[in-house]
T-cell receptor
């Protein structure tokens, strides 16, 4: 399988703290995407980083990409209770999508 | 409103009884795909379609069929469901650039 892996599998923090989750992937990529899933609902696209980019910001989200290590990280700054969700990285190769196993984030108020 | 609509939301069936899960998108997307989500395994792609009449296998296609007769619809067919196909299923669509998948709300399938 070419599925990626994410760590940690679960993360519990207090509101206001930063949350960092990591993703490793196996294939070469055009871009890497991060998605959020609330409680068994459909995934929602958060941010995309291209293979020639090293870092990207969007609001409280910061994504880094290291293609030499085939890894990416997602940082959520100043977390809120509403950020409680599962987060997945995803990439595609020859039109097939591969998702990481996900990080379940719990932000305690 | 731009959306991907999946039906039904919940489905309980018995082994061997053919079923279809429907998926429709109103964004004129070329790419449509199906995934199953199982605890600890993340999402795995079942089938995808780059356009009308063009479908291809994902990572876990065994036991599933799809068709793409119209651009907006991409049904998932289980001809003879088995208990190991009990899972949460998602349909998603994208433009051909594949830079952003739009997901349906999911179908929780239980095969008894």
């Amino acid at each position: 399988s070419q599925q990626g892996e994410e760590d940690p599998q679960a993360l519990s923090i207090q509101e206001g703290e930063n949350a960092t989750m990591n993703c490793s992937y196996k294939t070469s990529i055009n871009n890497l995407q991060w998605y959020r899933q609330n409680s068994g609902r459909g995934l929602v696209h958060l941010i995309l980083i291209r293979s020639n980019e090293r870092e990207k910001h969007s609001g409280r989200l910061r994504v880094t990409l290291d293609t030499s290590k085939k890894s990416s990280s997602l940082l959520i700054t100043a977390s809120r209770a509403a950020d409680t969700a599962s987060y997945f990285c995803a990439n595609y190769n020859f039109n097939k999508f591969y998702f990481g196993s996900g990080t379940k984030l719990n932000v305690k108020p | 409103e731009a959306q991907v609509t999946q039906n039904p939301r919940y489905l309980i069936t018995v082994t061997g009884k053919k079923l279809t899960v429907t998926c429709s998108q109103n964004m004129n997307h070329e790419y449509m795909s199906w995934y199953r989500q199982d605890p600890g395994l993340g999402l795995r792609q079942i089938y995808y379609s780059m356009n009308v009449e063009v479908t291809d296998k994902g990572d876990v296609p065994e036991g599933y069929k799809v068709s793409r007769k119209e651009k907006r619809n991409f049904p998932l067919i289980l001809e003879s469901p088995s208990p190991n196909q009990t899972s949460l299923y998602f349909c998603a669509s994208s433009t051909r650039g594949l830079e952003k998948l739009f997901f349906g709300s999911g179908t929780q399938l239980s095969v008894l």
